[in-house]
């Protein structure tokens, strides 16, 4: 197989919108630095939504992205909370996929946390080829080929023989 096609997974990102209270938001850090033991950040919100109460600058919600040796072993974890089953609609055009957990407990090897209660999160896996790096570098940026993209066909082989899952047709 060429070098050049084989699929990697780039990152891991965990997130959980709280929208605006502020007390879930406090859960939810402890929650995800339990979880990775990296410490999350807030997202911030830019719109102003009356209805909903919610106005720019106020933390709506925390995420955290895995990058290193740890994505692998994280994802695993996260696919048992599901039984390593993934829906087709999960996958995106791109290779991406996303999922949610309804509550954190189900994650193996995660005890229950006292003062976070019980609180679910969603989970973005995203995949990569060598060569990605043109579309994001500081000089000289470029367009990936479409030869070289990840398709949903693709992307959900990939999760099939790195981390046994069975991807069904509908959730």
Not at 1 to 9: D, G, L
Request: net charge positive.
């Amino acid at each position: 197989m060429n070098k050049m096609k084989e699929i990697k997974v780039e990152k891991v990102t965990l997130n959980i919108g709280t929208g605006k209270d502020q007390e879930k938001l406090k859960k939810a850090l402890i929650l995800l630095e339990k979880l990775t033991s990296i410490k999350p950040i807030k997202t911030i919100t830019n719109k102003r939504i009356a209805t909903w109460g919610l106005r720019p600058g106020l933390p709506i919600g925390c995420k955290v992205t895995v990058r290193d040796q740890r994505k692998e072993d994280i994802i695993k974890r996260l696919l048992s909370a599901k039984d390593d089953l993934l829906s087709n609609k999960q996958f995106d055009n791109n290779g991406n996929l996303s999922f949610g957990i309804e509550e954190y407990i189900n994650i193996a090897d995660t005890k229950y946390i006292p003062e976070v209660g019980m609180m679910g999160l969603e989970a973005c896996v995203t995949l990569q080829r060598p060569g990605f790096r043109i579309k994001r570098r500081r000089l000289n940026k470029a367009r990936i080929g479409q030869k070289h993209r990840i398709n949903k066909k693709e992307a959900i082989n990939f999760m099939k023989t790195q981390f046994n899952v069975e991807i069904g047709e509908e959730e």
